[in-house]
Every structure is written in C-alpha cells, then in structure tokens.
C-alpha cells in the first residue's frame, strides 16, 4: 500500500468515526425524549457522550498512534480525578432530603 | 570538548529525549487538555450538584427552536473536527494550500457556531434569563447555564483566533505541521466537551 492509499483508507476510517459520532449524538436526542426517570436517563446520556469522547480521542486526537506510556500518563490519571469528583453526590441527596419544607 | 558539551554549544543547553517520543508542544497541548478536562468535569459536577438538590429545576428547552438549533451547532462542530483532520493529513502529506484552506473552514464553522450560540444565549436572555434569576424556577439555573456554555465558548473562539494565527503562521512559514497538528487537538478537545455539555445542560432539560 503506497502512502495516498494510505491517507485515503485512513480518511475513509475518519468519516466513519465522524458518521458514528453524530449518530450517537442523534441517539441522545431520542433518549432525552423518552421519559426515562432522571438517574437513568443521566446515565445513559453520559454512556453514550463517554462513547463518543472515546471515539474522539482514539481517532480525531490520534491517542491510539502514541506511545502505550503517553497513554498511560494521560487517561488513568484523568479518570481516577473525575471518578473521585463523584464523591460530592452524597452530599446533593442530603440536600435533597433535609431541603426544609420539602414535601 | 566532549560530545555532550559539543551538543550544548550552540543551543545553550543539554537537550533531553522528549519522554514520550513527542515533541514538547504536543505534550504540553497534552498536558493542557487533560487539565482542561478536570476543570469542565468539576463545573459539570458542580451543575448536577445543583440541579440534583433544587426541587424547582427549570426545564426551558423546546424541541423547536433550541434542541434543533443544538443539533445544528453540534452537526457543525463535529464536521469542523473532520475539517481539521483533513488539514492535518494535507500538512502532514506537505500540502500546504490544502492545509491552510481547510483549517480556514474549520476557523468559519468555529465562527458559525459560536454566532449560532450567542444568538442562543440573547434569546434566553430576551425569556428573562440572568445569571440569578429566570421566570421558571431556581435562579441557579442562569448561572451554571451561562458558566458551562460560557466557558466553552471561550474555548471556541480562542481555538478559532488560535487555528487563524498558525494557519497564517503556517502560510508563512513560521509554524509547521507540527503545530497544525498540535493545535487540532485543542480543537477536537472543544469538540468533545460538547459531547457533555449538550446532554448535561440541555437533553436532561428539554421541556416535555
């Protein structure tokens, strides 16, 4: 495979990632009208985004053509720091519950 | 002189093997957009935070003009990320009129889309949106509304001013593909935020 057949099978893959993403930005829409309780449908809505943003940084950003250890540097370091953000939800519920006058 | 002492001479000092076999400014552009990932997870956080504990969250946004307007935006910013993808490969291939003029487009769909957002926020603004009070329900609505798209549109316009300054560095032979390339990852970042913010702030408020 000479380098113009290359660059054309790997703009090819770039369209077909492009198609997905908004694709998977069509199925959010259909999510968010489906009445779905509000916990589940969060859930779903950030499953699909997750999806997308995986898709993104493997593909558009190149992440998958780096060195394993620039990966390694990079996505657990941030994910540990956004999983540890979700400790503040507890604190929302208790809100929730002791709102004053709350019914 | 010693080899090492040689290799210092004219660059005044001893130049290490980039870590990740990158150049710097790509690391760096790395090291940024991680950063910037933490900052948009916490004031994403910070907004379930407070549409979970407020009983009276409003939820304003019709299908028809905002979810269809989102769409657009959306369909415009991940097309710009394809755009620049080509500019990328066009100045990776050596093809710098492909590469400059592909990185223009993705410069004129960030300015469409950052008109198409503003045009967004005056219309709000016009329902009686401000950042502490709006008509429907709690007033921090506006203000995590405006924080989130307002931060991102930052970044959009930044992005845009900073994709205008290298392609004309670039046409002039100041920046290289290298700096195209780094740039289009600030550029896809932008685009991936989105992913978030559009379910976050607006499908888990669309009005039924």
């Known amino acids: ?103 | 002189m010693s080899d090492t002492h040689a290799t210092m001479g004219h660059v005044g000092g001893v130049l290490e093997a980039s870590p990740f076999s990158i150049p710097s400014k790509k690391l760096v552009m790395w090291l940024f957009i991680i950063s910037d990932a933490v900052t948009f997870g916490a004031i994403l956080f910070a907004y379930g935070f407070l549409k979970n504990a407020s009983p009276d969250w409003p939820e304003p946004f019709k299908f028809s003009p905002s979810i269809l307007n989102v769409m657009l935006m959306t369909f415009i910013l991940v097309s710009s990320s394809l755009t620049m993808i080509i500019a990328t490969r066009a100045a990776k291939g050596g093809d710098k009129v492909s590469a400059i003029r592909w990185t223009f487009i993705t410069v004129a769909s960030g300015i469409l889309f950052a008109l198409l957002h503003i045009s967004e926020w005056f219309k709000l603004i016009g329902e009686g949106v401000r950042l502490f009070q709006n008509p429907w329900g709690s007033p921090m609505f506006g203000a995590t509304f405006f924080a989130i798209t307002g931060l991102h549109l930052t970044h959009v316009i930044g992005g845009v001013i900073a994709l205008s300054v290298v392609a004309l560095g670039y046409k002039r032979g100041r920046y290289n593909a290298d700096d195209i390339e780094i740039w289009s990852l600030y550029w896809h970042f932008v685009d991936l935020v989105w992913m978030f913010v559009v379910p976050m702030v607006y499908l888990l408020n669309v009005a039924h």
């Open chain 1, 1 to 103: 495979m000479n380098t113009t057949d290359r660059m054309s099978s790997r703009l090819t893959a770039d369209i077909i990632v492009y198609i997905c993403i908004l694709a998977l930005s069509g199925v959010q829409i259909v999510l968010a009208y489906q009445h779905a309780p509000g916990t589940q449908l969060l859930v779903r809505m950030l499953a699909v985004a997750v999806i997308q943003a995986a898709l993104g940084v493997t593909y558009f950003m190149h992440l998958r053509e780096e060195q394993r250890s620039l990966r390694l540097a990079l996505i657990p370091a941030t994910i540990f720091v956004l999983l540890m953000m979700n400790m503040i939800w507890s604190d929302s519920f208790r809100l929730e519950h002791m709102r004053p006058l709350i019914k």
